[in-house]
């Protein structure tokens, strides 16, 4: 870390819980209804982005004859039962633990709105404790979301927290580019989907949460 690291915040969708697959999943059955494929390339461009915006996208990209509403009608009749069955990813509640151990300030920064938060968290209660905060795509204090840094803002002022000692851990553009623009250190996990080329301007790449090393923080 070329900065000194006080507080860590995370994304959780795709990084800490493995909800995208079922977004996929579930975006995937409601496109193949008219002969739509959810490919590669849409994933990628909604990867990070809040739910109205990935409709917006899908719905402009695939030609899907039905309205924002309409589409998210559908997606969370599907969606919602499966939330609660989402699973951590390698290495991640071991390195939230880890650094409670040391006593650092660590908080959640995530698109997802609180009902959603909510249903994707309920099993998980066991490592959400160690958090200080949690910061959500609708809370009113956030006027734009990812890549607009406002989220991470936010985040570290109710850390009191300065942004330039903060780390962020992230799987999409979006939420590396947000993060650039808070002036904070971020660490990119993406999808294998991702070219890696794309996330240049990280300040690291990993493929897994295992691979980072906490004495980056710790020592």
Not at 3 to 10: A, E, F, L, W
Not at 128 to 154: C, H, N, R, S, V
Not at 162 to 177: A, I, K, R, T
């Amino acid at each position: 870390m070329s900065k000194p690291i006080t507080h860590v915040i995370y994304d959780m969708d795709g990084l800490l819980l493995d909800t995208e697959s079922l977004n996929e999943r579930v975006n995937g059955e409601i496109v193949e209804r008219y002969g739509k494929s959810f490919t590669s390339d849409i994933k990628i461009a909604i990867a990070g982005t809040t739910a109205v915006n990935s409709a917006q996208t899908i719905i402009k990209t695939l030609e899907i004859p039905l309205t924002i509403e309409e589409y998210l009608g559908e997606r969370n009749k599907l969606l919602y039962p499966l939330y609660p069955t989402a699973k951590t990813f390698p290495g991640a509640v071991e390195l939230v633990q880890h650094l409670a151990q040391y006593n650092i300030p660590q908080a959640i920064a995530s698109s997802s709105s609180r009902k959603n938060f909510e249903m994707k968290t309920v099993n998980h209660q066991d490592w959400l404790k160690y958090f200080e905060l949690f910061t959500l795509g609708d809370d009113p204090e956030i006027k734009q979301g990812k890549p607009a840094p406002d989220i991470f803002l936010l985040t570290a002022q109710r850390l009191n927290a300065q942004p330039e000692n903060c780390l962020v851990f992230e799987d999409s553009l979006s939420g590396m580019e947000a993060a650039i623009a808070a002036g904070m250190t971020v660490v990119v996990i993406p999808d294998p989907v991702f070219d890696k080329k794309m996330f240049t301007a990280a300040d690291m790449v990993l493929n897994s949460m295992t691979e980072f090393d906490p004495q980056m923080i710790t020592s």
